[in-house]
């Protein structure tokens, strides 16, 4: 009894030891030696966000107000493989959280046998065979307390570990939406030009037949029909560019959408127009809190930090309870009364004493590696900062940018009408009137990707400052 105690005592002892833990305590690192700018630069237009601005912001390619992009974005979240493969890894990065907490509990077996012996030597006193059977079980029990605190440090890694993957879950979200956005875009303003350049076709063909009839009736040379056909075959061939930029577009979404391109189609929408949200800009702290690469890098760092403890735990001993029951017999119906059972209990410990500087290399190696994840860490965020810096000012240079195309195109579609009907009249030569028509093709065309590209950068904007993404509790 004496022993039984002394075990329970010492049992109690690690129990009490468990509450220690080594390795450093988590700080989040800096970002940068100097204080995070309280503005960014370019903020010209773009309102600051207030606190009540920073929730959440959902479906954020609902600001492009396109019913149908929303029903591919639908598509995306459910059916495309990028995504779905990393919610696969965060359920894995689940899965390893709930594997290292078990190592706080006991582990408990039972095992079970019956054996059967015979022989010519084996008879028993009434002459008869002694083949009779034998029955067996045990059961055992053991436990590593966690003195040191190394299962907890792992524990804190696989969360760290957990949270990153469902950063990283998010970020694959982002990425695909914002490429699908992209995308979209890209298409419809390729429906925009097919029916720019298509009625541009068309005045171009009444342009040849109008310098054939002067041809015919020796009004024109017939270098004006040449020009016109050379120019009409022109357009055309950029109609045919166009087909082939669409059709890339929609082979392009369908794999994002996880359906085979053979078998997607999208249906043109020639007189689509381009909606350039308006996105608070928020403020540069509230980045750090926003953006899942910035989160995923960071909870790295704390997985990191962790795993620093479990390295120097190896420097201390370990400690292990056992306890065992054995109960046998050959008669089943008595094998587990008190006369047939035998039990024992145990206290382990163990402290290596060399190992060639084995854990001090481990040690170093998981030190070596949190420098590494803070420098990502660091490297990710500032990168963060010049991404919305760059979007921000492009989104004021493309307004601007719009507007002056838009003076441009009016100027130059008033200037192909003067000039065409001069040449009708005989004022100037068919030259002029190519190079007006020519002009203002290439004005309209730089309007509609100018306003395809502010949309573009919003939506590059609105991925730079996080999209929809929700700090993790």
Known sequence: ??????????????????????????????????????????????????????????????????????????????????????????????????????????????????????????????????????????????????????????INGAKAGEQASAADLAGAKLSIQGELAVNYLGLRQTDVELALVSKTVEGYQRSLQITQNRYAAAIAPKSDVLQATTQLAGAQADLESLRQARAAYENAIATLVGEPASGFRLAADPTWSARVPEIPAGVPSTLLERRPDIAAAERRVAAANADIGVAQAAFFPTFG???????????????????????????????????????????????????????????????AFQDVENQLTAAQVLERRQALLKTSSDAADQTEQMLLNQYKAGQVAYTDVVAAQASALSARRALVTATVARQTTAVALIQALGGGWKVLA
Not at 116 to 140: D, E, M, P, W
Not at 344 to 367: I, N, V, Y
């Open 321 to 383: 309870l056992s306890a065992a029951g054995n109960t046998s017999g050959t008669d089943f119906g008595k094998l587990f009364s008190a006369s047939a059972n035998t039990w024992s209990l145990g206290l382990t410990a163990a402290q290596t004493l060399f190992d060639a500087g084995a854990r001090k290399a481990r040690a170093e190696q998981a030190r070596a590696s949190y420098d590494a994840a803070v420098a990502d860490y660091r490297q990710t965020a500032l990168a």
């Open 1 to 154: 009894m004496s022993a039984l105690k002394s075990l329970a005592l010492a049992g109690t002892s690690l129990i009490l030891l468990s509450a220690c833990t080594v390795g450093p305590a988590y700080e989040k690192p800096q970002v940068a030696t100097t204080a995070l700018p309280a503005t960014y630069k370019a903020t010209d237009g773009w309102k600051v966000a207030t606190p009540g601005d920073l929730a959440d912001r959902g479906d954020w390619w609902t600001l492009l107000g396109d019913p149908a992009l929303d029903a591919l974005v639908a598509k995306v979240n459910v059916s495309n493989q990028t995504i779905a493969a990393a919610e696969a890894n965060y359920r894995q990065a689940r899965a390893l959280v709930r594997e290292q907490r078990a190592g706080l509990f006991p582990v408990v077996d039972l095992t079970g046998s019956v054996t059967k012996a015979g022989g010519s030597a084996s008879v028993n006193s009434a002459g008869g065979s002694g083949n009779a059977a034998r029955y067996q079980a045990s059961l055992g029990a053991s436990w590593e307390p966690d003195v040191w605190g190394r299962i907890r440090q792992g």
